[in-house]
């Protein structure tokens, strides 16, 4: 162990006193920190939203092609199929109108892989437009929208909802079985 020599001794002194001196941190270290945090997080919470954004128009393609799949089966096995939405309105449903009984009923879709849906984060939401067209009454054990193997369809508009409730895509299908989407 070497010993200090006496010249360096009040230099050690001073300095272990300016540390002493010193124990928070300056205005500009604490703002610059802030900023660093906010410049993190902002970019974290648009990659978040960037990802649900992408996570929402893969489910409305999904359900653009399926809609699409149900006008074309309906006309090909021949069937009717019908599509509804959960009450929760946060996943679509496909039927099958089962017509091997003496009372036709309406037959959830399952196991299909065609078929299957996909439910919707807690946030956003399914809903039907105003235009649904003709005889339209909604009732039990019966999907809102028909396809008929003669390729008629309940027209009808859905609309994917964001948090802010505005719409942010929309299906439209039309009589023929035309189905577009269009971001809103």
Known sequence: MTVPNNSSVPHLIQRCRQLRAQQGFTLIEILIVVAIIGVVLAAVTLSLVS???RKI???AEQLKSQLQLASQQAMLRP???GFDITIDRDQPQ???LDESTPTPTWRLIEGQVAFRTTRLPSEYKLEFGDDIKGDFL??????????HSNGYITPFTLHFTGPDQKPL???MVDEGGNVTLDPS
């Open 79 to 81: 069937a009717q199929y």
């Open 169 to 171: 895509y929309t299906i």
């Open 94 to 96: 496909f039927y099958i």
């Open 138 to 147: 909604p009732l039990p054990n019966r999907p809102q929208i028909e396809f």
């Open 57 to 59: 128009e893969a489910i």
């Open 51 to 53: 990802k649900q954004d």
